[in-house]
């Protein structure tokens, strides 16, 4: 390579960099063992009608060059020095850490690009710009642009609502744009901020994946487009109000960070490169993840101490090993239109204060932990009777509610001490291992005196999280709004965990689950044991599926334990039991989703690193299209190792009965030992199960 060119590379992927005129990424994939001179590989060939010279597709492209499509930056001077061009000025390259600066000597605007290729095979990029002049810069947009190769034309994203997150979505795009927009002022359950594209038909184990990820918490925009001469690129920025962004003299503003991972063997390659990284350099827990329970889908907002102690007694009982009171503890709280805002305890519910609770928990060995929304305020509250003028709006406008509530403006000063006040009480008083930290609407004209605020909201945000963090070591957090309206990887920097989805029907569990493990591992994904009678769809399902939905997170149950039948309540032992017995594994090895032709079956399951044992599960969704099912085909097995399969459970009475066969798989009856290499060639027939339902299979390396 010459000096132009910058390679770095791990073991499986490469990044190579043209530095001049501006940063550009030339390549990124499967590594490139070659060191000579690529250069000429790298050298556009040119149409008729076109510029006359290369235009790159920088980390920043600039409409000024000459690229047509999306732009990287777009701002201005009052009118002035709308279309930069940039020129590299000066590059440090160290341990796979590239910091390229560029400017623009003419609009006085500077560029700091940071891209790095750490260990885990992640890549992270970020663009800075600074206003070298002593005019104001008003900035509308700033992005991070990765270019991808002309192969990737298959590309999932994930939609979804309140109950219904990381449906994913594919299309084939061979010309065009696809973007997606959040403006709800948080993640959102609408538009993960994340794109994974790859080679035609890309599955869980086969074909080259891109898959990119926007770490910002507030509103954004993402785009994949494919250009005029078939090259393609996605964009990702942190959308900005107007005049949110002006930049005075010296002033500068970065992009979230972007996150992106290549997997040369499908999807499932690419998520083990986030997981990784995630557990190595994200999260700092170093402990097993406690089982949980939840009181909300138990007991909602009628709080009473005794009554608590039940439901502790029965928990302990069941081996869970953190309690957590959900709303409803505080203010005069009992129902959602009331108190937010008044963090104080509710005598009425808690005439001793929380202490007694927390004590109680603790005798009988669990961890405590409580809700809390600090971000927000009903109308009906303390709080708004002194300060009506601490809502985060604009004033000369009518606010919606979103739940009956409003959000608090955290960029004023008062309001955030206030609220960062009542948290260190509540932590500094009280024996509290755990906040469910919620937020439970959507943001509309985010203003402060007059002006828009989403930025520094979100930074607020960011902010007090990080101050308790530091002032009380220990302290875990989960980020849960509406179950998962906020999932992203700046919010995971500084929490434990996510409460995946307020829906805790196991049917639908399947596919939210499976779509927040392409970016997220199982060990942060809160996934628990609801009613048999799903509060949020009516489906009623037997608590094995329920059980084994949720081993596949980190699990808890969220119901009353008190008033459940000895049966139900056998079923959380068990699984709760085979949950601690197979967490390790489940938590920290790799994960792998299955490859089925229809969702009609799904499964997934996890293999521990050295490949001496893992543990699957396969769901019947619905009725079988076919007389029998798919084979299930393994992968990640050493393919020369031999393994025993075992059945650990395996729900569907109509084999008894025979409803549905006659005669099970053979491997069903016997001890059966085949090589890694068979399980992924040939693979496992299965049998046919009842819709919603299942079966989890243990494969261990035989002795
Ligand atoms: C929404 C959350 O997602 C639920 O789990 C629960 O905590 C409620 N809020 C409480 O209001």
Avoid at 130 to 135: G, R, T, V, Y
Avoid at 530 to 551: E, F, W
Avoid at 582 to 603: A, C, E, M, N, T
Avoid at 611 to 622: A, L, V, Y
Wanted: net charge neutral; charged share 25%; hydrophobic share 35%.
């Amino acid at each position: 390579m010459t000096d132009k060119y910058i390679h770095i590379k791990t073991k499986s992927s490469s990044v190579i960099i043209n530095t001049t005129p501006v940063a550009e990424l030339v390549y990124w994939g499967g590594v490139i063992d070659e060191n000579s001179d690529l250069f000429s590989l790298f050298d556009k060939p040119r149409g008729h009608v076109r510029l006359q010279q290369d235009i790159p597709v920088s980390f920043l492209p600039e409409n000024g060059r000459g690229f047509f499509s999306s732009p990287g930056i777009e701002g201005h001077r009052l009118g002035y020095d709308w279309s930069p061009v940039f020129k590299t000025h000066k590059i440090e390259a160290k341990n796979n850490r590239i910091v390229i600066i560029s400017i623009d000597e003419t609009a006085q605007l500077l560029v700091k690009t940071e891209v790095e290729l750490n260990e885990y095979d992640i890549l992270s990029i970020r663009n800075t710009l600074k206003n070298l002049s002593a005019e104001s810069y008003y900035l509308n947009r700033l992005s991070v642009t990765i270019p991808l190769p002309e192969k990737s034309h298959d590309l999932m994203s994930f939609g979804g609502c309140w109950l219904q997150e990381f449906k994913s979505h594919r299309i084939n795009i061979s010309h065009g744009t696809y973007k997606q927009e959040n403006y709800r002022g948080r993640t959102s359950h609408e538009y993960f901020p994340g794109l994974i594209t790859g080679t035609n038909g890309f599955s869980e184990n086969q074909g080259e994946v891109w898959g990119v990820h926007l770490a910002w918490s507030g509103n954004h925009r993402m785009q994949y487009s494919v250009r005029s001469d078939s090259s393609r690129f996605i964009q990702a920025e942190a959308l900005y109000f107007p005049g949110e962004i002006i930049l005075s003299e010296n002033e500068e503003v970065s992009t979230p960070w972007v996150y992106a991972g290549y997997g040369g063997c499908g999807l499932n390659s690419m998520s083990h490169h986030f997981h990784d990284f995630i557990r190595e350099r994200v999260i700092t827990f170093d402990k097993p993840r406690p089982v949980h329970l939840n009181t909300w889908e138990g007991i909602y907002f009628s709080h009473n101490v005794d009554y608590i102690k039940t439901m502790a007694d029965e928990a302990a009982r069941m081996g869970v090993e953190r309690f957590i009171i959900d709303d409803g503890w505080f203010g005069l709280r009992d129902d959602d239109t009331s108190s937010l805002g008044d963090w104080f305890v509710d005598k009425r519910k808690y005439p001793d204060g929380l202490a007694p609770v927390i004590e109680y928990v603790k005798n009988a060995g669990m961890e405590f932990g409580i809700w809390v929304e600090p971000e927000m305020i009903n109308v009906n509250s303390e709080l708004y009777k002194k300060h009506p003028d601490w809502l985060l709006k604009l004033n000369g406008y009518d606010q919606p509610s979103g739940r009956n509530q409003f959000v608090l403006n955290l960029t004023n000063r008062e309001a955030y001490k206030y609220i960062i006040g009542r948290l260190r009480w509540l932590l500094k008083n009280h024996d509290i291992d755990y906040l469910k930290w919620d937020m439970n609407r959507e943001v509309v004209q985010p203003g402060c005196n007059g002006k828009a605020a989403m930025q520094n909201q979100v930074k607020a945000i960011y902010k007090i999280i990080d101050c308790l963090k530091s002032e009380f070591p220990g302290l875990e957090i989960e980020s849960c709004s509406s179950g998962g309206g906020r999932i992203d990887m700046e919010m995971l920097k500084r929490v434990d965990r996510f409460w995946t989805s307020d829906c805790n029907d196991a049917l639908e569990r399947q596919h939210i689950q499976k779509g927040m493990s392409y970016f997220f591992p199982l060990l942060i994904s809160g996934s628990h044991i609801g009613n048999k009678s799903s509060h949020t769809t009516n489906r009623k399902h037997d608590v094995n599926y329920r059980g084994m939905t949720a081993l596949f997170g980190h699990m808890g149950v969220e119901l009353d334990p008190a008033k459940e039948s000895e049966e139900e309540k056998k079923g959380f032992i068990n699984y709760i039991s085979l949950h601690k017995k197979y967490r390790d594994l489940i938590h920290y090895g790799d994960l792998y989703r299955l490859d089925f032709k229809s969702d009609v079956i799904s499964g997934l399951g996890v293999i521990n690193k050295n490949k001496r044992n893992g543990i699957f599960f396969i769901s019947q969704n619905k009725m079988s299209d076919y007389v029998l099912n798919e084979r299930v085909i393994f992968s990640g097995l050493n393919i020369k190792a031999k393994y025993e399969i075992k059945v650990i459970k395996f729900m569907d009475p109509s084999l008894i009965n025979g409803l549905y066969m006659e005669k099970k798989p053979a491997w069903m009856d016997t001890k059966t030992i085949y090589s890694g290499d068979t399980l992924t060639k040939i693979g496992l027939p299965l049998p046919v199960f009842f819709p919603e339902s299942g079966m989890l299979i243990e494969i261990v390396l035989a002795s």
